[in-house]
């Protein structure tokens, strides 16, 4: 079974500029979340979506968002890209609510964003 | 408050030898799942093993088994017979019951970067 893939890997963006990350999950699982992790906050939850919705959140600002599309891939997006936004993006995807909390992430390789 | 706490920034071991990260977390639900992932320095997460909150038995899965306490809310990774490979950080992770505002969250620690050496 292949596992999550995120696109693309690496990239490169100035100030002020949007982005969009994918992310596909593995096949079968409905539930896609997203993560940030820098070196000085960790790991952080952006937000979570099962089933085209979404259903969790964490505390980041609005230029923040995603969506999940009816075959539970996923994008992110993050407008007026700030300085502070360079870090390692990661989506992890999951069977969803069925499983309750033995429900496991697996993760993608991540999509580095550098803001310059 | 911190929901997961790795007091460990960084740990060594001599390859071959055991090693045991800790993990201590802070929940007041009954119902919870704790998770080890391995990160290299490629940067992939890499799911190593899972305890339920429940569960009465230690989780193993091959050299990796999950020192589970629940009194001292202590979730501590055993790594055996430590390989070279095994370098990388290592984060513990909570799943709370599901509730409105936790759904899907996973709560991570810092983070141990474990060096194994020959």
């Known amino acids: 079974k292949a596992g999550v893939t995120q696109t693309p890997r690496y990239l490169i963006k100035t100030r002020g500029q949007q982005v969009t990350l994918s992310c596909s999950p593995i096949s079968g699982h409905r539930s896609v979340s997203w993560y940030q992790q820098t070196p000085g906050q960790g790991l952080q939850f952006l937000f979570e979506?099962?089933?085209?919705?979404?259903?969790n959140k964490g505390n980041f600002p609005g230029r923040f968002s995603g969506r999940q599309f009816s075959n539970s891939r996923s994008e992110m997006n993050v407008s007026t890209l700030e300085l502070g936004d360079s870090a390692l993006y990661l989506c992890a995807s999951s069977l969803g609510s069925i499983a309750g909390v033995s429900d496991t992430q697996y993760f993608g390789p991540g999509t580095r964003l550098t803001v310059l | 408050a911190q929901k997961i706490t790795q007091t460990q920034p960084g740990m060594f071991v001599q390859e071959k030898e055991a090693v045991t990260l800790d993990c201590t977390y802070d929940t007041s639900d009954q119902s919870y799942g704790l998770f080890w992932y391995k990160q290299p320095s490629s940067g992939e997460m890499i799911f190593l093993i899972y305890q339920g909150s429940y569960d009465e038995q230690n989780a193993t899965e091959g050299r990796y088994s999950l020192n589970f306490q629940k009194a001292r809310k202590s979730a501590n990774l055993v790594i055996s017979a430590s390989q070279l490979g095994d370098s990388a950080m290592y984060f513990c992770?909570?799943?709370?019951?599901?509730?409105?505002?936790?759904?899907?969250?996973?709560?991570f620690g810092r983070g141990t970067q474990l060096t194994v050496w020959p």
């Open positions: 992770a909570m799943r709370e019951a599901d509730r409105g505002s936790t759904l899907g969250r996973l709560y």
């Open positions: 979506y099962f089933s085209e919705t979404q259903r």
